[in-house]
């Protein structure tokens, strides 16, 4: 994805906050720890405020139990 | 951009309306189909709907609006979160409800982790946007219980990096106390307790206007954006009061005033769409017209709200009326009431706040109340007024005689009784306030107070 919601492109800034949104998701499929598990969820609900914001993405995440 | 910007979120705040509609509507389909998917409420509602023919927003009219009363009847029948919920309760980190001061059963809603962040998150555009910085020091009056409140205010204040002090169950006297010796620079409560604050400060013998308190973050009542009232509580705090509003149904604020206080709240666009309807024919009506909100929000997952009818009365104007920049557009004077808040006495039409911006002129009144009885045929209206405790009491025939002027030329020539309660007699209130009893219905033996 190169573009936000918007279809403007990313700036260099956007793509790498997007790419941290993106491996919080990708943890959360993982198997790890208490401390981890619970952790990457909350940092993941706090990115998606970033991501949702600068309309980068939009979606639910309550299957991954955020 | 950082601390420096006066806006939360310079990227979305300030997009012209055709950019921001087209981000509504891309989140709006996302919204519909995530509702449609796994909410029973909305797969009986939404049944059928084809997401791909939401095309624009007018395309959003043809949804069916949801009620207060669908959604306490859902719960009623779907004990103890009704249909609505998108996620069972083992999905959801909190729970809140409706402050129930209407003597009803409380509305319930759930929120995901996600949901919950979100909901600090438009606070930060109000508080960032009338001007509170890392630094600041936040008293927050409130007494943090499950009404939702002022919680999403006080994560927000943490998120931005003020140093927050709770102010939970206390006395008014503790409260006021604390608030100058943390220094507060910042303080968050109702209108109508911001007013009680400073009554006691006065009483304490403490001068607000020489305290650090630079803000009042207002929320939970209408009179954040009544002039009268906003600019009593400005003079006797010697600070800025910026008005918000929300509802437990979002779980947040949806509208701010920012620092330019252009008379009215902006809208925050990009996380809610605020229709304005007639609330007869549910037609929407143009800028600079009283209507009905109906909102639809893209906050909560957990409960998707789509076309909510919310009751609250308001006045759209565009975001070019106000000097700041932002694409938000406006409500002018706030929310200026609930759609029933009208009382008709005797063919004229009276709203509760017309009359606050009256009483609100008098600075000799410390506490009021409106009381609407039926005597026989005829409907009677009855200001009754508390007077400030150094007022001098050989004064009051001239104050009742001018308060009688000034709301019947307000009321096209309606004649109002006007009474004096005595000291500390009228009702006080830490929430929302409730100054109107409308007795015309109520049981023979109801009190008036």
Known sequence: VTQDLLGTELTAAEERLLAVYRELKSLCGEDLPPVAASNVRAALALMHNVVNGLALEYEQLSDLGV | VG??????????????????EALQLAKLRRQAAWALQRSPWYQRTLA????????????????????????????AEHPPYGELPAIGGDGAIRVHTTSGTTGKDPLRALDSRKDWAWIAEMWAYGIWGCGVRPGDTAYIAFGYGSFIGFWGLHYSMEKVGVLVVPGGAQTTEARVRQIIDFGATVVASTPTYALRLAQEAAALRIDLPASPVQRLILSGEPAGSIPQTKALIEEQWGAKAYDTAGMTEIGTIMVFECSDQPGGTHIIED??????????????????????????????????????RTGDLVCRIPASRCSCGRGFDIYEGGILGRVDDMKIIRGTNVYPRAIEAIVREFSEVDEFQTVITREGVRDEITLRVELKPDCPRDGWDGLEQALRKSLAHAHEGLAFRVEQASAGELPRFELKAKRTVDMREAPIGAAST
């Open chain 2, 3 to 20: 601390s420096d910007s006066p806006y939360w979120n310079p990227k979305v705040e300030t997009l012209g309306r055709a950019e921001l």
């Open chain 2, 271 to 308: 996380q809610v769409i605020e229709e304005v309807v007639d609330p007869e024919s549910m037609q929407p009506v143009p800028y600079g017209e009283r209507g009905e909100r109906v909102v639809t929000s893209f906050g909560r997952g957990a409960i998707p709200l789509l076309r909510y």
């Open chain 2, 48 to 75: 059928g709907l084809d997401i791909e023919s939401l095309r624009s927003l007018q395309d959003l009219r043809r949804l069916p609006v949801l009620t207060r009363e669908d959604w306490m009847s859902s719960q």
